[in-house]
């Protein structure tokens, strides 16, 4: 089974395409096996996104909250959202997922429907996700219309695009008309979610030197102790695991796509003493580097 691997730019940009800018769509059938640590790393992309759980569990988490998704719950993921999905249930956590661009339901930037209907959820910092559950009625025609697009898609018979299209904008259209509240005024993105969203993408973009708290204090302009805190209670970790996960992350990227020396990928990545790079990876993937680059270069 091949490895999915999420490249990301140094602030979690992903920079995978989805479609093209004739067809900005893209769908995938995925399997958790299929990742590294069997999770969906920390990323972020322009477009939306909507997943559905085929079979198995997973928890999704993004800078100012989380979710427990089941098997055939779905979420909406907004726009230029952070976010990390990982597996909860002990069977291959299976989703399906569409990667989109706003546009692709909205038309014109300059259209009615886009900036009517379109941009005022997709331009809200406020609103990262939204859980989709077959035990509410409306969520569950949702849910349906991502299922009946995601088969299309896959058959891709001629005028597949105008099926999916057509599927995605009805559920685009319950969401709409189910969720007003979604079109009040934008509320102001919270002052946690603001430094945290700093510290993060100074982490993604430093990862390779030495990093103390105080440096990612001073880029938010809080105390060290604040600086703990708002990682403990907003994605549940301390700063040095974050970095620490951040940079084994990136080493295993590192181990299956180039051909640098495990030694080299050590020192780039941050890490001083390539025997405690070796014992961290190790911990974190149940074997060596070396074992990992093994198996996972000959799949």
């Known amino acids: 089974m091949q490895n999915h691997i999420i490249e990301t ?94 546009e692709f339901l909205g038309g014109r930037f300059d259209s009615r429907i886009y900036n009517e209907f379109v941009k005022p959820i997709c331009s809200n910092k406020s609103l990262s996700a939204i859980k989709l559950s077959p035990m509410i009625m409306w969520e569950r025609l949702i849910l349906e219309k991502i299922n009946k697009a995601f088969s299309v898609y896959t058959d891709q018979r001629f005028g597949y695009e105008l099926s999916v299209q057509a599927s995605l904008l009805d559920a685009w259209y319950i969401l709409c008309v189910n969720q007003p509240t979604l079109f009040e005024p934008i509320p102001p993105v919270t002052e946690s979610k603001i430094r945290l969203d700093k510290i993060t993408k100074f982490i993604h973009t430093h990862y390779d030197q030495k990093l103390a708290i105080k440096d990612l204090a001073s880029v938010a302009d809080i105390s060290e102790s604040e600086c703990y805190r708002l990682f403990r209670k907003t994605l549940q970790t301390t700063p040095n695991d974050y970095i620490l996960n951040h940079r084994l992350q990136m080493a295993a990227i590192k181990l299956i796509a180039t051909n640098l020396s495990i030694l080299n990928i050590s020192y780039e990545l941050g890490f001083g003493n390539p025997s405690y790079f070796s014992k961290k990876f190790k911990e974190q993937y149940v074997c060596t580097p070396k074992e990992f680059r093994h198996l996972h270069q000959n799949k």
């Open 9 to 102: 730019d140094e602030n979690g940009l992903e920079q995978n395409s989805h479609g093209d800018s004739l067809f900005p769509l893209a769908g995938y059938d995925e399997y958790f096996s299929q990742f590294i640590l069997k999770e969906v790393p920390w990323h972020w992309h322009e477009e939306i996104e909507l997943v559905v759980v085929v079979e198995g569990s997973t928890h999704l988490e993004y800078v100012d909250g989380s979710l427990e998704l089941e098997e055939g719950d779905g979420v909406f993921i907004n726009s230029n959202t952070m976010h990390r999905l990982t597996q909860t249930s002990s069977i291959d956590c299976h989703i399906i997922n569409f990667v989109l661009k706003p």
